[in-house]
């Protein structure tokens, strides 16, 4: 069963056609990535989900439900999440805090949810009463990614969450995404091939606005042509 669908969708930004007929699946409770060269349109691709920048047409079915006119507030309601590139976190608040102010208003988080995120970002146990100012980038992202776990969502969007991270940051994340993977469905967005190869069930790649193609992430580990063609690999 496909969690996402989007036919043919053209974003705008700012008179821009960004977007140009984007068509794409992502299938329940497997892990999608998304590669593409720099300014392939990544971001754009699921900020027009979460409808931060809305679809100028085209459809977009969350479980099987059309959403593309839904305005942004309304989308995290669904069930989806998204981690945003830039590792922001509130400076001035604590990490326990930038988690609790994630969650979706009118709801609770329980210990057992709280244990659940500690569990999948161990070194998150000691950081809970820290500043986020005081955190180091590797720390920021964990916080970011555990945020959007607070709300329970069927759909996690995370754009690049191991760019500019040192390599024993980028296994915790690979760990932790592991984890998550389990009770989630996953659209990533990543430029680390070998990172994304060893975590993704399925792929994408853009190219200038649209999806060039998509398949199994073995078929892609196998094709070096596909891979020189559309990342430089
Ligand atoms: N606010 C904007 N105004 C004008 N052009 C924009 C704007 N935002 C994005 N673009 C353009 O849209 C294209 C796609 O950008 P997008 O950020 O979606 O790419 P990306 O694949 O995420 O790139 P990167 O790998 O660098 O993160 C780029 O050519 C970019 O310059
Ligand atoms: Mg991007």
């Not at 140009?20 to 971001?43: D, F, M, P, Q, Y």
């Not at 976190?89 to 709801?107: D, M």
């Not at 916080?143 to 024993?168: F, M, S, Y």
Request: hydrophobic letters at 45%; proline letters at 3%; charged letters at 25%.
């Amino acid at each position: 069963m496909n969690i996402l669908e989007m036919h043919e969708v053209h974003t705008f930004i700012a008179g821009f056609h960004i977007l140009e007929g984007v068509t794409l699946t992502a299938e329940h409770g497997k892990l999608t990535i998304l590669l593409g060269r720099n300014g392939s349109g990544k971001t754009t691709t699921i900020k027009t989900i979460m409808g931060l920048t809305p679809a100028g047409s085209g459809e977009i079915l969350f479980q099987g439900k059309a959403i593309q006119k839904m305005h942004d507030f309304e989308i995290p309601w669904l069930g989806i999440s998204l981690v945003p590139e830039g590792r922001d976190v509130f400076s001035q608040l604590t990490v326990e805090e930038n988690l609790l102010i994630a969650v979706r208003k009118g709801k609770n988080i329980t210990k057992q949810r709280l244990d659940y995120i500690v569990n999948i970002f161990p070194p998150m146990k000691d950081l809970f009463k820290k500043k986020g100012r005081n955190l180091s980038g590797g720390e920021k992202q964990m916080v970011a990614v555990a945020r959007a776990l607070v709300n329970d969502d069927e759909l996690l969007l995370i754009d690049e969450p191991t760019k500019g991270l040192a390599p024993i940051m980028v296994e915790s994340m690979r760990l932790a995404l592991a984890e998550i993977k389990k009770n989630a469905t996953i659209i990533l967005v990543e430029q680390n091939f070998e990172f994304a190869s060893s975590i993704a069930d399925d792929f994408l790649i853009m190219e200038h606005g649209k999806i060039a193609c998509g398949g199994k992430i073995g078929d892609l580990i196998n094709n070096e042509e596909m891979q020189h063609r559309y990342l430089g690999v």
